[in-house]
């Protein structure tokens, strides 16, 4: 069942972080064209994009975090709850946990439940959604 960020309420937190990531997305896309390399297509972009925002979060004084990170506690709360559900329905919740709560925090749950397989697929299914809406929102253009 495809997952629907539309059907979320309007988090500012959430929705903020989307528009930090369509930002990134856009100077990304700058730069390939600088470069002459514009036959890179979009949801590659989003996966290089979100892999740089987990990888190396921005703690400037000048730009703070969009999503303030989740409390250690939290995060393996909700962890536990994950491990009991099916692999499938693991990805879904985490899917709309980044809806909800933000990437950085789906992503530390998921680090939580240390199955590279649920993380993997999860970024991809992310991917996958954040370019569905973005293309819905009129933000890219369906390849």
Do not use: C, W
Not at 82 to 105: C, M, P, Y
């Amino acid at each position: 069942m495809p997952i629907q960020p539309k059907k979320f309420p309007e988090v500012p937190k959430v929705h903020e972080e989307v528009v930090e990531l369509e930002k990134r997305l856009a100077e990304k896309k700058k730069e390939l064209v600088e470069r002459e390399e514009v036959e890179r297509y979009d949801k590659e972009l989003i996966k290089e994009v979100l892999k740089e925002k987990l990888e190396k979060p921005t703690l400037s004084k000048a730009t703070p975090p969009v999503a303030p990170l989740p409390t250690q506690k939290v995060v393996v709360k909700k962890a536990k709850e994950l491990k009991s559900e099916k692999k499938e329905r693991q990805i879904q919740l985490l899917t709309d946990l980044a809806f909800e709560k933000g990437v950085s925090h789906a992503t530390e749950v998921a680090k939580k439940l240390d199955d590279p397989f649920i993380l993997d697929e999860f970024h991809d299914t992310l991917v996958d959604e954040l370019h569905n809406y973005l293309v819905e929102q009129g933000k890219l253009k369906q390849v």
